[in-house]
T-cell receptor, first 113, second 113 residues
Framework: KQEVTQIPAALSVPEGENLVLNCSFT??????LQWFRQDPGKGLTSLLL?????REQTSGRLNASLDKSSGRSTLYIAASQPGDSATYLC????????????FGQGTELSVKP | KAGVTQTPRYLIKTRGQQVTLSCSPI?????VSWYQQTPGQGLQFLFE???????NKGNFPGRFSGRQFSNSRSEMNVSTLELGDSALYLC????????????FGPGTRLTVT
């Protein structure tokens, strides 16, 4: 049974710091991994999607890596800003067909000015 | 391209009542998935519809049901509401395979009193 874990549950950093969020999964036979951002009371915003054949994806100040063999993904945020404060979630699909995603519990990030 | 829309955004219902939530996916997407998000349980998968057929189902009681129309719009119904059904209900839009990126709507906040 696939399980997704995110550690830490919460993280507070000063503005400008580079940081890494972690995501681990128990079954390495994943098809892809997606990172999302969620602001309080809002929906999820897709940040990056890494296909199983890829090692990393970049978008602006964000870089996500994927290591299937170790069952881990990291989301690197460069030069953090207060606007980055949100909960970050990673998710993997249950199968090759379908939209059922297995989510981690998320990391709540607070960037202090 | 318009994003995923959900209506209504907020709902207050009384125990025992029923409720219907609506989700319109991104144009061209044929998969719609529904999730329940609560502080204690995180994001839990309800069900997924693809081309008007339920393709995946989570572990929720039969009070939770859904359907999808020929234009890919989906509705979710909860009958005999319980206090524990209070949650943020999110829908996600995607393609046929899990390799497609999932896009989420803003959610419907349901409060049961």
């Amino acid at each position: 049974k696939q399980e997704v874990t995110q550690i830490p549950a919460a993280l507070s950093v000063p503005e400008g710091e580079n940081l890494v969020l972690n995501c681990s999964f128990t079954d390495s036979a994943i098809y892809n991994l997606q990172w999302f951002r969620q602001d309080p009371g809002k929906g999820l915003t897709s940040l990056l999607l890494i296909q199983s054949s890829q090692r990393e994806q970049t978008s602006g100040r964000l870089n996500a890596s994927l290591d299937k063999s170790s069952g881990r993904s990291t989301l690197y945020i460069a030069a953090s800003q207060p606007g980055d404060s949100a909960t970050y979630l990673c998710a993997v699909p249950l199968s090759n067909q379908g939209g059922k995603l297995i989510f981690g519990q998320g990391t709540e990030l607070s960037v202090k000015p | 391209k318009a994003g995923v829309t959900q209506t209504p955004r907020y709902l207050i219902k009384t125990r025992g009542q029923q409720v219907t939530l609506s989700c319109s996916p991104i144009s061209g997407h044929r998969s719609v998935s529904w999730y329940q998000q609560t502080p204690g349980q995180g994001l839990q998968f309800l069900f997924e519809y693809f081309s008007e057929t339920q393709r995946n189902k989570g572990n929720f009681p039969g009070r939770f049901s859904g359907r999808q129309f020929s234009n890919s719009r989906s509705e979710m119904n909860v009958s005999t509401l319980e206090l524990g059904d209070s949650a943020l209900y999110l829908c996600a839009s995607g393609g046929e395979f899990s390799s497609y990126e999932q896009y989420f709507g803003p959610g419907t906040r349901l409060t049961v009193t």
